[in-house]
T-cell receptor, first 114, second 110 residues
Framework: DGGITQSPKYLFRKEGQNVTLSCEQN?????MYWYRQDPGQGLRLIYYSQIVNDFQKGDIAEGYSVSREKKESFPLTVTSAQKNPTAFYLC?????????????FGQGTRLTVV | GEDVEQSLFLSVREGDSSVINCTYTDSSSTYLYWYKQEPGAGLQLLTY?????DMKQDQRLTVLLNKKDKHLSLRIADTQTGDSAIYFC??????????FGAGTTVTVRA
């Protein structure tokens, strides 16, 4: 079955550590996105990528980094520079980079700082 | 910039209709979407409406769009316990991005 897979489902990070969240899709989608979800707030865009080897900052990119070395993979690194990283992170993909395309979401990764 | 607002909570009795409202500010929005999120899961597209439409019906779901007032609503007929979830309104504006509301938590009571 085609879909988008995020791992791990739960992740715990110590203060000062970098952690990487995985996102893989087998939908052959060109565009991929990372969103952050906090209680009572909408999804906020962290980074997006339209094509392999290219990515752009979203609205809240500070303290995060990404790579897009393969079409199917778009990992997100939460660095120690991110002051409030505890949140639910959602990865999404779309077939193309057009606004009328359905976005497919992964099941999310819940990151907690301990 | 884009701004999407929706009420945070809705409680409805099983079998009644649910109506979730949303307002948006970007007049260049081409498509407007409703997504559903069940606990601990990602978002799933429920339905969408093109900006030149007033209404779209899909089984138990009815979407109404008032483009003049930038108001979007989702009506769920005969609400069931499986409809308990968070519902997000989103708009696809003048660029690539989807802008999401904060989500409305719908609780269905017996």
């Amino acid at each position: 079955d085609g879909g988008i897979t995020q791992s791990p489902k739960y992740l715990f990070r110590k203060e000062g550590q970098n952690v990487t969240l995985s996102c893989e899709q087998n939908l052959n989608h060109d565009a991929m996105y990372w969103y952050r979800q906090d209680p009572g707030q909408g999804l906020r865009l962290i980074y997006y990528s339209q094509i392999v080897n290219d990515f752009q900052k979203g609205d809240i990119a500070e303290g995060y980094s990404v790579s897009r070395e393969k079409k199917e993979s778009f990992p997100l690194t939460v660095t120690s520079a991110q002051k409030n990283p505890t949140a639910f992170y959602l990865c999404a993909s779309t077939e193309g980079f057009v606004k009328n395309t359905e976005a497919f979401f992964g099941q999310g990764t819940r990151l907690t700082v301990v | 910039g884009e701004d999407v607002e929706q009420s945070l909570f809705l409680s409805v009795r099983e079998g009644d209709s649910s109506v979730i409202n949303c307002t948006y500010t970007d007049s260049s929005s081409t498509y407007l979407y409703w997504y559903k999120q069940e606990p601990g899961a990602g978002l799933q597209l429920l339905t969408y409406i093109f900006s030149n439409m007033d209404m779209k019906q899909d089984q138990r779901l009815t979407v109404l769009l008032n483009k003049k007032d930038k108001h979007l609503s989702l009506r769920i007929a005969d609400t069931q316990t499986g409809d308990s979830a968070i519902y997000f309104c989103a708009e696809g504006g003048g660029d690539y991005k989807l802008s999401f509301g904060a989500g409305t938590t719908v609780t269905v009571r017996a």
